[in-house]
């Protein structure tokens, strides 16, 4: 049986597991302070999400909620360091696609995505932006694929990172498009743009918080969004779909996860809270002008979600040959 199949079996398992196991008891939950663990440095979007979400959180279950950044080893620090907290619900991981299900379908892991893990709920999704720069003779996405195909190698395409959700969305895109461009990696969003701007590359896909104001005044043109609907954030902005690439879909979730055997009645306890969090029209206004698009769900959702991507982006990063450095 190959790697994706055990992984899809292991997530069927998991998920059984979560609806039939009996719930442990935790009648007094929560009794002391709660840990978010976030994969990446303060100021990211998935820090910015745990700060909103966990000051509601703290709030609503009457308890301090800290948010403890652990970057590093692209998410992989903080992911293992929550795989091996107790499961007691007051050690959870904000994850995203990128920590959850492109890391391992990238390279090797110091946990199980599945096995390792206990998922409590779904809190959104957030699509990339494909922006380039002013100078690019490219007005929309059927512009740029036949510039790219009229002269393969002569676009740059820059990445926030080698084998991230920047660089497979545009490996994607170009799969989809048969189109060329020589892909340059950077250590961050913050460089990557910053070249885009000052005309170093010529094409790149960055998160939306990140390409909102630049695009704004005018120093990139945003041409498309990657998710499957348009955002909220920028509704006047088509889809890749709508820009002549049908089927494309590149984007990255949040979710929070504990570790395994978390009890059934904390999973539900903190979902139910995540849930009503997330209905709180200011908190949801924040997130959205983050380009966070809400879709909160249960574990059974947040399940799917990671089969689907690290089967997706496992079969891409073989097509495209795509390692990490």
């Known amino acids: 049986m190959g790697r994706t199949n055990k992984v899809a079996l292991a997530l069927f398992i998991a998920a059984g597991s979560i609806v039939n196991g009996a719930p442990v008891a935790a009648q007094n939950y929560p009794s002391k302070p709660i840990r978010i663990v976030v994969p990446f440095p303060p100021g990211g979007a998935t820090d910015v999400i745990?700060?909103?979400v966990g000051?509601?959180?703290g709030e609503s279950l009457g308890q301090t909620v800290i948010v403890d950044n652990?970057?590093?080893?692209?998410?992989?620090i903080a992911t293992e360091f929550v795989s091996?907290?107790?499961?007691?619900?007051?050690t959870l991981l904000l994850a995203t696609a990128s920590t959850h299900a492109i890391n391992p379908a990238v390279s090797k892991v110091p946990f199980d995505p599945v096995a390792d893990f206990t998922s409590v709920g779904l809190i959104g999704s957030a699509p990339l932006g494909l922006v380039v720069h002013p100078s690019v003779e490219a007005k929309s996405v059927a512009e740029l694929v036949a510039l790219a195909r009229r002269s393969p190698g002569k676009l740059d395409m820059?990445?926030?990172?080698?084998?991230?959700i920047s660089h497979l969305a545009g490996e994607l895109f170009k799969s989809m498009t048969s189109t060329y461009m020589v892909h340059v990696p950077y250590k961050g969003g913050a460089p990557a743009m910053n070249d885009l701007i000052g005309g170093q590359v010529s094409v790149y896909f960055d998160t939306l918080?990140?390409?909102l104001e630049p695009a704004k005044a005018k120093r990139v043109r945003l041409l498309a969004v990657t998710g499957s609907k348009r955002s909220p954030a920028v509704p006047d902005i088509p889809t890749m779909s709508e820009a002549g690439v049908p089927g494309y879909e590149a984007v990255t979730w949040f979710g929070v996860f504990g570790p395994a055997k978390l009890?059934?009645?904390v999973v539900t306890r903190v979902n139910m809270e995540l849930a009503k969090a997330l209905s709180v029209p200011e908190v949801a206004q924040?997130?959205?002008?983050?380009g966070i698009d809400l879709t909160p769900g249960g574990p059974g959702l947040l399940h799917e979600a990671v089969m689907r991507d690290y089967t997706k982006w496992t079969q891409l990063v073989r097509q495209r040959g795509i390692k990490i450095d």
Do not use: E, M, W
């Open 70 to 76: 652990r970057p590093g080893a692209s998410g992989a």
């Open 286 to 290: 924040k997130l959205v002008s983050q």
């Open 84 to 90: 091996k907290s107790p499961a007691d619900g007051y």
């Open 209 to 211: 918080s990140n390409t």
């Open 158 to 164: 820059a990445s926030f990172g080698n084998a991230t």
């Open 55 to 57: 000051a509601k959180l």
């Open 50 to 52: 745990a700060r909103i």
């Open 263 to 265: 009890p059934s009645d």
